[in-house]
T-cell receptor, first 113, second 112 residues
Framework: GESVGLHLPTLSVQEGDNSIINCAYS??????FIWYKQESGKGPQFIID?????DKRQGQRVTVLLNKTVKHLSLQIAATQPGDSAVYFC????????????FGQGTELSVKP | ETGVTQSPTHLIKTRGQQVTLRCSSQ?????VSWYQQALGQGPQFIFQ???????GRGNFPPRFSGLQFPNYSSELNVNALELDDSALYLC???????????FGPGTRLTVL
């Protein structure tokens, strides 16, 4: 069935290093992808999004890459900081299903000082 | 902060009871989506409301129902609560049905 999955449930990095969080999706009809950051006790916070007609999009310290051939999405965080520690979710929107977002289980990012 | 607010923050109910959760959307947004997030899981889509009409529903039973008001705020109602309904309930607002969804802080529901 439809699913968005993450390759690694946890990721531990040193402060200042770059982080890469990966995500696989299974529905080729998906046309919009979003990365959210969720800190403990809070709601998901929008980080960056990308549409299926793009391969790459950059924000402040973050880059999202989309590979439609292998149905893979990644989030790169440059110069990771302790404040980046959180659970990161990728979410998928299937174009013919309105606003329904399908979330993966999440990757917990831990930044060591 | 997104400008999306939810109330209450926490709620404890017993099995069989009914609960109403509330969400105020961000200014300028006409769409509200509701999600259930179990501990350690990603959010699961319950339904979406656009201009006071339901616009899509996830795999949740009819005892989960909702409303959207003319000011675009929304309510989620759950009847006949079950233990498995214990979760974080999130609402997200967007400027349109397929627009970027911005989440509120959630309501933590515990069913005993």
């Amino acid at each position: 069935g439809e699913s968005v999955g993450l390759h690694l449930p946890t990721l531990s990095v040193q402060e200042g290093d770059n982080s890469i969080i990966n995500c696989a999706y299974s529905n080729s009809a998906s046309d919009y992808f979003i990365w959210y950051k969720q800190e403990s006790g809070k709601g998901p916070q929008f980080i960056i999004d990308i549409r299926s007609n793009m391969d790459k999009r950059q924000g402040q310290r973050v880059t999202v890459l989309l590979n439609k051939t292998v149905k893979h999405l990644s989030l790169q965080i440059a110069a990771t900081q302790p404040g980046d520690s959180a659970v990161y979710f990728c979410a998928e929107n299937i174009g013919n299903q309105g606003g329904k977002l399908i979330f993966g289980q999440g990757t917990e990012l831990s930044v060591k000082p | 902060e997104t400008g999306v607010t939810q109330s209450p923050t926490h709620l404890i109910k017993t099995r069989g009871q009914q609960v109403t959760l509330r969400c105020s959307s961000q200014s300028g947004h006409n769409t509200v989506s509701w999600y259930q997030q179990a501990l350690g899981q990603g959010p699961q889509f319950i339904f979406q409301y656009y201009r006071e009409e339901e616009n899509g529903r996830g795999n949740f039973p009819p005892r989960f129902s909702g409303l959207q008001f003319p000011n675009y705020s929304s309510e989620l109602n759950v009847n006949a609560l079950e233990l498995d309904d214990s979760a974080l309930y999130l609402c997200a607002s967007s400027w349109d049905r397929a627009g970027t969804q911005y989440f509120g802080p959630g309501t933590r529901l515990t069913v005993l």
